[in-house]
């Protein structure tokens, strides 16, 4: 009964919004949407954001062409929960998602209304390409999708193509470092296993992800509806492998280790690949009129490289949170712009739908806001408009860095302006000003004992928020 009442609540939501006062976008003014996600790629692991390992010319044109937002922050320190912000615009906590998905019995609810939904209804074309993370990509003994939990098609995407994920397959495959160069032999499209006949089932999985991308940039612009499509690259998550040439070639250095040349070779691989997209939006004609934004789900892991921040992905300082963040919109945003305003992926759901020309109406809870008129050169969101923002992950002990996690560990983070609280289930454990210790490295709890009490009132409140757990 539950899910019947969420699903009529999501249809009002869908009435309201498309056949109500604001009505469909008109095919041919509203903006085709690329939004690319990045998989354990760290603060400054791009070229245009100082990476002194790796070149990454195609995304560094983004930011040439576009803007570049230094001050962007990750929903989460672990992808799934990320995932789930991006798509909903909502905290992770409001689902139940305390930490990333193994694989067995979790998922995002049905019932949570998505940018692809919300784009779909307004008479987009949506596509889902790579990496999926929340749930409901298993398969029978025919390799049919199962359907006792929602997935991508759920969630409003009309063509998906990514990776079952069921244990033992990703497992076996991480351990035996084949996840990316045998990639295409476990991939799902369209609820169904790409079989050996398919001309995916034997490319590398960056590719495939890449190539399939540009196959639906094709068919849909092929048509006078504008697209979506969502491309989450796995790239550059463990396992560490060699991509193909010339990115093996092309990143070999004396004196590094091994897992550090395969990991700039998957930077490198995803940014040619990038470059590629790119160049069929240009071939097209259509990317003066093409939204393309670029971040990642967390902060760096292992390889990856974060400058001096503190922390690293499964860790709530700014190492496990802040993620480098680009936007380009040739027709609406002008280039060459850097921000250091404030950003959070639960902003990308009403940026894009903004972009759109999409009302969302004010009874669907979003806890972003759009920063679209910031990206146009108004003023950037001011902090009373922000408000105060949170973070929520269990308690992983051991960071995914090549040194111990940072104590004392915590839990929550609640973010003020310039002031970061971080918690341990509820208990304040430390307090930075960010703007003059970016850092975080000087602990100033003990000198701020009423914002920590107002701080500490408010993560109260919100931990203590109805949750709608999956369906």
């Known amino acids: 009964m539950g899910s019947t009442i969420h699903s009529i609540t999501k249809f009002l939501v869908f009435v309201f919004v498309f056949n109500g006062t604001t009505g469909l976008v008109n095919a041919g003014e509203s903006p085709n949407i690329i939004l690319l996600l990045a998989d354990d790629l760290g603060y400054r692991d791009l070229s245009c954001f100082g990476s002194p390992a790796v070149n990454t010319p195609n995304l560094d044109r983004l930011a040439k062409e576009g803007q570049k937002f230094t001050r962007f922050y990750a929903g989460s320190a672990v992808c799934t929960p990320t995932r789930a912000s991006i798509l909903t615009g909502r905290y992770p906590l409001r689902f139940g998602i305390t930490k990333h998905f193994n694989d067995v019995n979790r998922w995002l609810p049905e019932s949570a209304t998505t940018v692809a939904e919300i784009l779909k209804g307004a008479g987009y074309h949506t596509g889902h390409v790579g990496k999926w993370h929340l749930g409901g990509l298993h398969v029978d003994a025919d390799g049919k999708r199962l359907e006792d939990q929602p997935g991508p098609r759920q969630?409003?995407?009309?063509?998906?193509?990514?990776?079952?994920?069921?244990?033992?397959?990703?497992?076996?495959?991480?351990?035996?470092?084949?996840?990316?160069?045998?990639?295409?032999?476990?991939?799902?499209?369209?609820?169904?296993?790409?079989?050996?006949?398919?001309?995916?089932?034997?490319?590398?999985?960056?590719?495939?992800?890449?190539?399939?991308?540009?196959?639906?940039?094709?068919?849909?612009?092929?048509?006078?509806?504008?697209?979506?499509?969502?491309?989450?690259?796995?790239?550059?998550?463990?396992?560490?492998?060699?991509?193909?040439?010339?990115?093996?070639?092309?990143?070999?250095?004396?004196?590094?280790?091994?897992?550090?040349?395969?990991?700039?070779?998957?930077?490198?691989?995803?940014?040619?690949?990038?470059?590629?997209?790119?160049?069929?939006?240009?071939?097209?004609?259509?990317?003066?009129?093409?939204?393309?934004?670029?971040?990642?789900?967390?902060?760096?892991?292992?390889?990856?490289?974060?400058?001096?921040?503190?922390?690293?992905?499964?860790?709530?300082?700014?190492?496990?949170?802040?993620?480098?963040?680009?936007?380009?919109?040739?027709?609406?945003?002008?280039?060459?712009?850097?921000?250091?305003?404030?950003?959070?992926?639960?902003?990308?759901?009403?940026?894009?739908?903004?972009?759109?020309?999409?009302?969302?109406?004010?009874?669907?809870?979003?806890?972003?806001?759009?920063?679209?008129?910031?990206?146009?050169?108004?003023?950037?969101?001011?902090?009373?408009?922000?408000?105060?923002?949170?973070?929520?992950?269990?308690?992983?002990r051991n960071i995914q860095r090549h040194y111990p996690k940072p104590k004392p560990y915590a839990t929550e983070v609640v973010m003020r302006g310039k002031w970061k609280m971080l918690a341990l289930s509820g208990k304040p454990v430390e307090l930075f000003d960010v703007e003059s210790d970016p850092n975080e490295n000087r602990n100033v709890l003990d000198d701020h004992t009423e914002l920590v009490a107002s701080l500490a009132a408010q993560l109260d409140e919100w931990l203590s928020a109805p949750r709608t757990p999956h369906d």
């Open 155 to 396: 969630h409003g995407f009309e063509f998906y193509q990514t990776q079952i994920e069921q244990q033992p397959i990703r497992g076996r495959m991480g351990r035996e470092q084949t996840l990316f160069r045998q990639g295409g032999t476990v991939l799902l499209r369209n609820d169904q296993h790409v079989g050996e006949g398919d001309p995916y089932y034997s490319k590398h999985l960056t590719d495939a992800n890449g190539d399939f991308a540009i196959e639906l940039i094709e068919k849909f612009s092929a048509d006078p509806q504008p697209f979506f499509i969502n491309m989450w690259w796995l790239v550059p998550h463990k396992p560490y492998e060699p991509a193909p040439e010339p990115h093996w070639s092309g990143t070999a250095v004396d004196g590094i280790s091994e897992d550090q040349h395969r990991f700039r070779s998957m930077v490198q691989h995803m940014d040619a690949k990038v470059g590629q997209i790119l160049g069929k939006l240009d071939d097209l004609e259509i990317a003066d009129n093409t939204l393309v934004l670029f971040t990642s789900d967390n902060g760096a892991a292992f390889e990856g490289f974060i400058g001096d921040l503190k922390g690293g992905k499964t860790d709530l300082h700014d190492g496990g949170l802040r993620v480098p963040f680009l936007v380009r919109w040739p027709a609406a945003i002008p280039a060459g712009q850097a921000s250091d305003t404030f950003g959070h992926t639960n902003d990308l759901l009403p940026t894009v739908c903004d972009a759109a020309g999409i009302e969302l109406p004010s009874d669907l809870p979003i806890d972003g806001l759009s920063l679209l008129p910031h990206m146009k050169g108004e003023r950037p969101p001011t902090v009373e408009t922000r408000g105060t923002v949170f973070w929520q992950l269990d308690l992983y």
